[in-house]
């Protein structure tokens, strides 16, 4: 199986890459991203000499992506810019990114003559704040900041495809994820970053914002999942159903990293205005089928936390 991988150097999209190339020889990888920042190279070094892997430095909103098509089976569609803060600051490149190029791939895959299923990688976000219970695939969408405004349009988009063309396509929308070589702005690398030295953890608001957390290699298995099992035009939520408030959150990794408690309580009216209370994501479609997450929060969190602690370099 030829797998394009689209946000390659990308942090769900290289451990997608690196765990399909290691846990199946028979796949290859055809990874394909915009030529950013060298250090995120080095999340593809266990699989960047292997004669199965192939490397396209392109940008999916700008540049000509047919050669990167040629002879792929499948195609998941990683690629977008993510963070809620930048977004707020500047919307226009996340609606380049997240919809001129999403638009730029379906376009490919729709001329392809050998791609058999689109998996596009959503967001819990685009359903904006859920109070209690849970979002089911098919709930409103409403989105609060302009990141999650773009993934909802680019999603509409996926549909329209799938109903106009016939295309077979598949959306995921999961939760945060967490793992080795995540960016260093996310949550859990900036609490451990300020910890290691002995600065407080930021917390927006009152500490009281609660999210669910998914280890990465648990959306990598949920992926390759729906690439054999899924069923063309659906939608599932990606989703291990661990939730936490922001603050625990912190407590938690400090209490891991044997560090006193030392927070510092960010007024979030200002910082990021548009921040959801909670999210949270109904998961019983995909574990129908016969997928369920493996990594429970407090595993996922140890081993991730004790991977930033041994790797200080990748936050320089």
Same mark, same amino acid.
């Given at each position: #199986?030829?797998?394009?991988?689209?946000?390659?150097?990308?942090?769900?999209?290289?451990?997608?890459?690196?765990?399909?190339m290691l846990n199946d020889k028979k796949v290859e990888i055809v990874g394909v991203n915009r030529l950013s920042n060298n250090k995120n190279l080095r999340r593809l070094e266990p699989?960047?000499?292997?004669?199965?892997? *192939? #490397?396209?430095?392109?940008? *999916?909103?700008?540049?000509?992506?047919?050669?990167?098509?040629?002879?792929?089976d499948v195609v998941v569609n990683f690629a977008a810019k993510t963070f809620v803060d930048y977004s707020i600051q500047n919307p226009l490149p996340f609606i380049q990114s997240n919809l001129v190029g999403t638009f730029k791939m379906l376009e490919e895959a729709r001329r392809s003559k050998t791609?058999?299923?689109?998996?596009?990688?959503? %967001?819990?976000?685009?359903?904006g704040a859920i109070l209690e219970g849970a979002y089911k695939e098919d709930s409103r969408l409403n989105p609060s900041n302009p990141y999650a405004a773009t993934k909802a349009a680019a999603d #509409?988009?996926?549909?329209?495809?799938?109903? %106009?063309?016939g295309m077979p396509l598949i959306i995921t929308r999961t939760e945060n994820n967490y793992g080795p070589y995540q960016g260093r702005e996310?949550?859990?690398? *900036?609490?451990?970053?300020?910890?290691?030295?002995?600065?407080p953890l930021p917390v927006f608001g009152d500490g009281k914002h609660r999210r669910q957390w998914l280890f990465v290699e648990d959306h990598c298995t949920a992926i390759m999942h729906l690439i054999e099992h899924g069923t063309n035009g659906e939608i599932y939520h990606i989703a291990g159903s661990q939730e936490l408030e922001n603050l625990e959150l912190a407590r938690k990794i400090l209490k891991i990293m044997n560090k006193p408690e030392n927070i510092k309580f960010i007024p979030d009216h200002d910082a990021r205005p548009g921040h959801d209370r909670r999210y949270a994501l109904d998961s019983s479609k995909i574990r129908a089928t016969g997928w369920e997450p493996e990594w429970s929060l407090d595993?996922?969190?140890?081993? *991730?936390?004790?991977?930033? #602690?041994?790797?200080?370099?990748?936050?320089?």
């Open positions: #199986m030829r797998i394009l991988v689209s946000g390659v150097m990308g942090f769900i999209g290289s451990y997608f890459a690196k765990w399909a699989i960047l000499n292997d004669n199965r892997f *192939t #490397m396209h430095f392109l940008d *999916t909103d700008k540049d000509q992506l047919s050669d990167a098509f040629q002879d792929v791609v058999k299923r689109f998996i596009h990688i959503g %967001t819990d976000e685009v359903y #509409m988009l996926v549909v329209s495809y799938k109903n %106009t063309y996310k949550v859990i690398p *900036t609490f451990v970053r300020k910890a290691l030295n002995n600065e595993n996922g969190l140890n081993r *991730t936390v004790r991977w930033c #602690m041994d790797n200080i370099w990748w936050f320089q």
